[in-house]
């Protein structure tokens, strides 16, 4: 799956929101005592007639000579051991994105096996 690390970031933490009320725990942190959020988003960039850059915002005037960049990039939040998860609303929308890449990466390869028909695959 091209996105592992991500959904793995995403399943730690789930489970540290559903069995520690959202507290990190010892089982949800690395070597550094840090359990990092890896979710994919989409970046977008505004590079005016001059070459200078600028991440788009909602209402941001777009001129014609403007070129826009969209890319999915990966954003990481850092939790702490001790600390007790956050999930702000605004974020909310790249928690869905996220899962939208995920079960298309998750599709896009399974959709190879159903076809040769050697595997039956059943929902």
Same mark, same amino acid.
């Given at each position: 799956?091209? %996105?592992?690390?991500? =959904?793995?970031?995403? &399943?730690? =933490?789930? +489970?540290? =929101?559903?069995?520690?009320? $959202?507290?990190? $725990? @010892? &089982?949800?942190?690395?070597? #550094? +005592?840090?359990?990092?959020?890896?979710?994919?988003?989409? *970046?977008?960039?505004?590079?005016?007639? !001059?070459?200078?850059?600028?991440?788009?915002?909602?209402?941001?005037? /777009?001129?014609? #000579?403007?070129?826009?960049?969209?890319? /999915?990039?990966?954003? *990481?939040? #850092?939790?702490?051991? $001790? &600390? #007790?998860? *956050?999930?702000? @609303?605004?974020?909310? $929308?790249?928690?869905?994105?996220?899962? %939208?890449?995920?079960?298309?990466?998750?599709?896009? *390869? =399974?959709?190879?096996?159903?076809? !040769?028909? &050697?595997?039956?695959?059943?929902?």
């Amino acid at each position: 799956m091209s %996105w592992t690390p991500e =959904l793995s970031s995403f &399943q730690k =933490l789930r +489970n540290c =929101l559903e069995h520690r009320c $959202g507290i990190v $725990g @010892p &089982q949800d942190v690395d070597e #550094t +005592n840090t359990m990092i959020l890896r979710l994919p988003y989409l *970046k977008v960039d505004v590079m005016d007639a !001059s070459g200078a850059v600028r991440p788009f915002e909602i209402g941001m005037a /777009v001129r014609e #000579t403007s070129t826009v960049k969209v890319e /999915v990039a990966v954003r *990481k939040t #850092t939790f702490y051991l $001790g &600390q #007790t998860v *956050k999930v702000e @609303p605004e974020r909310i $929308g790249e928690i869905a994105f996220a899962c %939208w890449v995920f079960a298309t990466d998750i599709v896009d *390869k =399974l959709a190879p096996v159903a076809a !040769s028909g &050697q595997h039956k695959i059943h929902i």
